[in-house]
């Protein structure tokens, strides 16, 4: 799955509609009272640290997004690995909203960046056959953003994944998705029947439908 969230609840606030209530990953609790911030670095940010490179194009890609992380971070090999698990788990369920500024670095105790909880994900429901996330992945396609199992294997390598360890991986997300999505919406206080729709018309339905 997409690696560790932030804590998060489900309430109702002054009205019957329910707001998601989520924790702040990049604060603190301080001795003295209140709460320190640590450092934070959006995908935005770490994408155009490179002037020299950005002022000539738009450097908007998980492509792009993976060199800077292996130039920003400790532990760059197991951090654009996990960066691709997160590309293949919104693909599946269709984060169509996965914007650079919807990933970040955020400093840890140890002074060093690293990948921060996923954050602001959210399904976009729709019947469409051709969808695309906000950046392009893969080598498929006029933009390569395009959700597909044949575009999710094209570049895996870059991200550090073989062809077959790539494939396990999707194929495994799908199974946890698949098996376990719908008790999880029921249980947040989703309706059965908009539960059920929401994952029919997720990507992998589409996906895993087309690989059989």
């Known amino acids: ?3 560790p969230t932030p804590g998060a609840s489900a309430s109702s606030i002054a009205t019957s509609a329910v707001r998601l209530l989520t924790e702040r990953f990049d604060r603190s609790a301080i001795d003295a009272g209140g709460f320190s911030r640590w450092r934070y670095a959006s995908g935005m940010t ?8 950005a002022q000539y194009s738009y450097q908007g890609s998980y492509t ?5 992380l292996r130039e920003w971070l400790p532990t760059p090999d197991a951090d654009v690995r996990e960066r691709y698990r997160r590309i293949v788990f919104n693909a599946l369920v269709g984060n169509l909203d996965d914007h650079e500024k919807n990933h970040a670095v955020v400093a840890g105790p140890d002074g060093q960046f690293h ?17 695309l996330l906000a950046l392009s992945f893969g080598a498929v396609g006029a933009s390569g953003a395009e959700i597909s199992l044949e575009n999710l294997l094209s570049d895996c ?18 199974r946890h998705l698949d098996g376990h999505a719908l008790e ?5 206080g989703c309706d ?10 997720m990507p ?9």
Request: charged letters at 30%; proline letters at 4%.
């Open 46 to 53: 770490l994408l155009w640290s490179r002037p020299e490179v």
């Open 184 to 188: 999880h919406f029921i249980e947040l």
């Open 115 to 131: 990948l921060s909880p996923v954050f602001d994900l959210s399904i976009t429901a729709t019947s469409a056959e051709r969808q």
């Open 192 to 201: 059965e029947a908009r539960a059920q729709k929401t994952l029919a018309l």
């Open 157 to 174: 390598r870059h991200y550090g994944y073989s062809r077959g360890e790539a494939m396990a991986l999707i194929e495994l997300q799908w």
């Open 64 to 68: 792009n997004l993976a060199r800077r």
């Open 1 to 3: 799955m997409p690696g």
């Open 204 to 212: 992998g339905r589409r996906i895993f439908r087309d690989k059989k």
